[in-house]
């Protein structure tokens, strides 16, 4: 499994970065440009929380040391709502105290800056295997294989390409596998603040269906849809 396959995981993922030194922000944005779909970066902690509210996120990589709410306290917060998204923490500090912390918050890397960029390469691919649970491929109802890295529905020897808003789709439906979720749960994963007409939503349930199998995805009468696995 090579470490470019790992990364490939997020090309359809968001995440949120959160320094307050402007020079250090615009170096890290840069690499993570490279991997990530969607990257917003803001300068403190309100601005995280902020964020947080308006918009869903795949990944969250923060300073502690920022104006307004320090990025521990932010991550408490956030851990409040959310305990499995995974977060990587960039710091100078080295102290207990703060390793601590960050320990009972559930943190997937501390790195204590400065660090070199195939450190950072590697927290990233952490985080990555830890949205897809250490596991590049899952077997579906239908018995096709979906690759996260590829983005592609594998049956038998024919690989089916995945558009960006089919993958994050499917992806949400297999990480809430068995629950219904609703059609405000995708507007606000896939689309964010460009609500589309229910109709849209329906299109792209039929483009998925057509690639994995219909048997895969169930309709939820009056609240949305259901990936059986």
Not at 40 to 54: F, N, P, R, S, T
Not at 107 to 134: N, S, W
Not at 179 to 202: G, H, L, M
Request: proline share 2%; charged share 30%; aromatic share 10%.
């Amino acid at each position: 499994m090579s470490s470019c396959n790992i990364l490939d995981i997020l090309s359809d993922k968001k995440v949120l970065y959160a320094e307050d030194e402007e020079g250090i922000r615009t170096n890290v944005v840069d690499i993570l440009e490279l991997f990530f779909e969607k990257v917003v970066a803001v300068g403190d902690g309100k601005e995280v929380m902020d964020e947080m509210m308006l918009s869903s996120y795949d990944m969250l990589i923060f300073d502690i040391c920022m104006p307004h709410m320090d990025g521990l306290e932010a991550i408490r917060r956030i851990r409040q709502k959310d305990k499995k998204i995974p977060i990587i923490i960039l710091s100078a500090h080295t102290e207990q105290d703060y390793l601590w912390r960050a320990v009972e918050l559930k943190i997937t890397r501390y790195l204590t800056k400065p660090y070199d960029k195939q450190t950072f390469l590697k927290a990233l691919e952490m985080a990555a295997l830890e949205i897809v649970g250490d596991n590049l491929n899952i077997t579906l109802k239908s018995g096709c294989i979906y690759n996260y890295s590829q983005k592609v529905v594998c049956h038998g020897v024919e690989n089916i390409k995945l558009s960006k808003n089919e993958s994050r789709f499917l992806e949400y439906l297999i990480k809430r596998a068995n629950q219904s979720v609703t059609f405000d749960d995708i507007y606000d994963y896939i689309w964010e603040f460009d609500i589309p007409s229910k109709e849209a939503i329906k299109s792209l349930v039929k483009e998925v269906r057509k690639k994995i199998g219909s048997e895969c995805i169930k309709n939820v009468y009056g609240i949305g849809y259901m990936l059986e696995l």
